[in-house]
């Protein structure tokens, strides 16, 4: 990734042509010269003013005079007309944000750089700005760019530089700089043979340079060809069709080649043509099936819908890579216009549409509600009680009295239509035949059940009608199966993707190979089952291998699922449950508490531990006994806080492990609870640390790769020699993401100190703060409270861990602990 960015400044950041041409031509009069008209400005302008002078001013006059006068003008008229061009400032504040440092190479005059880009930029800090001044040579001379390069600490091939003229071209060049030739400054695309490296059409195409991977030097760019233009605007569109295509339903009709994706580009482009973020709506998740017998198994959100939300975001995520402006999907959660011919209670309705909205993480999904529609033609929608709400949204497409009855009578007269009509009775059916008792006899359930299925196409009609109008340039997601020929594209919320499933009318089911299936509740029960709960609800449903795991209780401890919490019923022990089943629940879950555990000896733990891989080995055995001690030598043998890490983190590079593989680390460790500390204090914080970089965002997660932490202490079992490691890298097997920090800690006892060769000083303060605020924040954050007889089985590498301060009341506090790696 880019370390810095160097900029020109006319016609780069700025636009200042028109003060330049003012100041010039006003000098030109008083020496009684002829005006110039812009056209010749914008040829001399990549050359500097003095420049302009030089080749406009004939030689029997004083041009040293006429050059002093111009940078009066200009000086007092530099503002008049200069303007950043469009998005540029906003691209300045985000790089800034990313760490990255700026600079400006300019042949202006120096001082009038620095107050142009105080004026203009107030809130952007420039490490370096280089303007013409005695003693270094100009553009395309390198000696420019190559001051800068030193004062801002960084190699030619750790930056860009991004010019609009020939001269930058040659500059960039002259400096070893990948160039970047920007088409909307005063270039006029005439480079004269001179290629640059890249070559972009709008600001915000840059940062997709910038985040351009490097190799294992460091060196930015060499995976990219040279000359490579950066995509234009329908190549990024011509980018987003199979990416949108590997997120739909595709049937055996299917129509999104050719005729779905010709409809979708020309959408595509009305965003893209205005660099706005690509805008989706999906109508969905109004609320739970009532049938929680054979469908759901809950009123309130489970993790069914967890995934299915997680996979919007992914979407839209995998979007964002593409497309730098971004990409937001609204939800248009609306149970009110069907909850009551579906027989939902306004309270759970509300409850699942609450419940839902905690549940997103990124900015990529926001929520939407009948209200929305509303609100265009009716005030304070959201004061109306449901039933007005339905009544004004079927009003705003009804056709005059008795425009129900001609409804259903349309319907009626069309076999199309009819049969549409059939199935939705047969759908209403199945969702609410549990209340059908109450309705009285057969016959006028079924009349009943017509009715409702009348009702629900009056209703949709309106509600397509309404999302028409107030989503006019949105792309329509839908959770019914189309064709894909569009405007309506069907959106996999599964990852089945020959068939719509929507997670309010299934339940969740984790199979024991580790896949996810959303099934009816009828079907799933044909399995064996564990039901695992979050709460007080139903959250998902666990394969197990035999019966017998159903009678144990499980509970997620921190949704959407970081910690599963095992109890034995009274009398039964974990003798059924394999190392194997239990390491894949401890990978997937973060961390397992089997509760009561009881082993009465540290050769029972062993026992237990072995089948989890090799045990680490230390100078006194393989269990760590962790217990207070009155004279502590380090903070884990004391009662104060223990600052977030990972086991076996800091070996000394000399270790026969460490020296096989770098970043050899425990894969699982075992926490026993021997005695628990008091009540409310001495918990050992877990976290989880694939929520971390999800609350982290992209963005950060890719500038957290590029940036390693050097950690030093002087007491640990390893003789204190630092290590550094990214604070973002793959996991060894699986290749995903994992967040891998550790927490500073200034106690006399024990310093654990970081540092970092990408920052320094208050600007790598100020980067810790933000990595602490994100470790702890509570949606990512397990404070574990121990009961005697806990044994917690945690997976090393998808999670971080530390302990909370204890007082003196702990001081018998004892876990035993196992590291086991593979
Ligand atoms: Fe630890």
């Known amino acids: ?372 529609l509303l609100a265009p033609v009716k005030d304070n929608a959201a004061a109306l009680s449901s039933e007005a709400k339905r009544k004004a949204l079927v009003n705003r497409v009804a056709s005059g009295p008795r425009a129900f009855e001609k409804f259903v009578n349309k319907v009626k007269g069309d076999s199309e239509q009819a049969r549409v009509h059939d199935k939705l009775c047969s759908y209403l059916y199945h969702d609410i035949h ?97 039901k695992v709960t979050l709460g007080q609800d139903n959250w998902l449903y666990l394969e197990v291998p035999a019966t017998e795991f159903s009678r144990y209780q499980y509970q997620v401890i921190k949704g959407p699922k970081f910690g599963l919490k095992i109890s034995a019923p009274q009398g039964l022990g974990y003798e059924i449950f394999s190392a194997g089943f239990l390491q894949q629940l401890s990978e997937e879950f973060g961390f397992v508490v089997l509760t009561k555990a009881g082993f009465e000896q540290q050769e029972q733990l062993l026992d237990f531990c072995q089948p989890f891989g090799d045990i680490y080995q230390w100078e006194f055995g393989p269990v760590h006994v962790v217990r207070p001690k009155e004279k502590p030598d380090g903070f884990v043998h004391s009662i104060e806080k223990t600052p977030l890490h990972w086991d076996l983190s800091m070996l000394p590079a000399g270790d026969k492990y460490v020296e096989q593989n770098p970043r050899f680390a425990a894969s699982t460790f075992m926490l026993y609870c021997q005695t628990p500390p008091a009540a409310g204090e001495g918990q050992t914080t877990l976290v989880d640390s694939r929520m971390a970089l999800k609350i982290a965002g992209q963005e950060k997660v890719n500038l957290w790769r590029e940036t390693d932490i050097t950690y030093q202490t002087k007491m640990t079992y390893f003789g204190g020699v630092p290590r550094s490691y990214p604070l973002v890298f793959k996991h060894p097997k699986t ?8 927490e500073g800690s200034e106690l006399e006892m024990q310093k654990f100190l970081l540092s970092s060769e990408r920052l320094s000083g208050q600007a790598f303060d100020d980067f810790i703060k933000d990595v602490n605020a994100i470790a702890y924040d509570e949606r990512c954050l397990v404070a574990h409270e121990w009961q005697a007889g806990d044994l917690v089985i945690i997976d090393n590498l998808y999670t971080l861990h530390g302990r909370l301060p204890m007082s003196e009341k702990s001081m018998a506090r004892e876990l035993w602990r196992v590291q086991c790696f593979n």
């Open 434 to 530: 549990l209340e059908r008792f109450s309705e009285g006899d057969r016959d006028s359930y079924l009349e009943s059940i017509s009715e409702k299925a009348y009702q629900m196409m009056y209703r949709g009609r309106a509600l397509s009608a309404g999302i028409e109008q107030a989503y006019p340039h949105h792309i329509r997601l839908s959770v019914h199966q189309y064709d894909n020929a569009g405007p309506k594209f069907t959106f996999a919320l599964t990852d089945h993707q020959q068939k719509s499933i929507s997670p309010w009318h299934t339940v969740p089911v984790r199979l024991l190979n580790g896949q996810y299936l959303q099934l009816p509740h009828s079907l799933a029960k044909e399995k064996q089952l564990a």
């Open 1 to 372: 990734m880019v370390k810095a960015i160097l900029f020109d400044l006319d016609g780069t950041l700025i636009d200042t042509l028109a003060d330049i041409a003012g100041a010039m031509n006003r000098t030109f009069a008083s020496f009684d010269l002829p005006s110039q008209p812009l056209s010749v400005y914008v040829k001399l302008v990549g050359g500097g003013s003095k420049n302009m002078v030089e080749t406009l001013v004939p030689g029997h006059l004083d041009k040293q005079k006429v050059f002093a006068h111009y940078l009066m003008d200009y000086e007092q008229h530099s503002l008049v007309e200069t303007r950043a061009y469009p998005g540029v400032h906003e691209a300045l504040r985000h790089f800034q944000q990313a760490g990255l440092k700026l600079a400006v190479v300019t042949n202006k005059h120096h001082q009038q750089a620095v107050s142009l880009l105080k004026s203009l930029f107030p809130d952007i800090h420039f490490h370096a700005v280089q303007g013409v001044v005695e003693g270094i040579a100009k553009k395309p001379h390198p000696q420019m760019a190559d001051t800068v390069l030193a004062q801002i600490d960084c190699k030619a091939e750790q930056c860009l530089y991004v010019g609009d003229t020939i001269t930058d071209m040659k500059t960039a060049q002259a400096a070893g700089i990948p160039s970047v030739y920007v088409r909307w400054g005063y270039g006029e695309g005439s480079l004269d043979g001179q290629a640059p490296d890249f070559e972009i059409a709008e600001i915000s195409q840059l940062p997709v340079l910038v985040q351009a991977p490097s190799d294992q030097e460091g060196k930015t760019m060499t995976l990219l060809a040279k000359n490579k233009a950066v995509p234009d605007k329908s190549a990024i569109a011509e980018k987003l069709i199979p990416v949108m295509q590997s997120y739909l339903v595709a049937g055996e009709q299917d129509k999104f080649v050719g005729q779905g994706a010709a409809l979708l580009l020309s959408q595509l482009h009305f965003f893209i043509e205005q660099a706005l973020p690509l805008e989706f709506i999906l109508p969905g998740f109004p609320c739970k099936s009532p049938n929680d017998v054979d469908k759901s198994f809950s009123v309130m959100p489970d993790y069914g819908e967890v995934r299915a939300i997680e996979r919007l975001d992914e979407f839209a995520g995998q979007l964002n890579e593409i497309y730098p402006p971004g990409c937001r999907v609204t939800i248009l959660s609306d149970g009110t216009t069907f909850s009551d011919v579906v027989c939902v209670s306004e309270e759970n309705k509300e409850a699942y549409k609450k419940a839902l909205r905690s549940l997103t993480v990124t900015e990529n999904i926001s929520w939407a509600d009948l209200t929305a």
């Open 735 to 742: 290749g995903e993401d994992i967040f891998r920090y550790q």
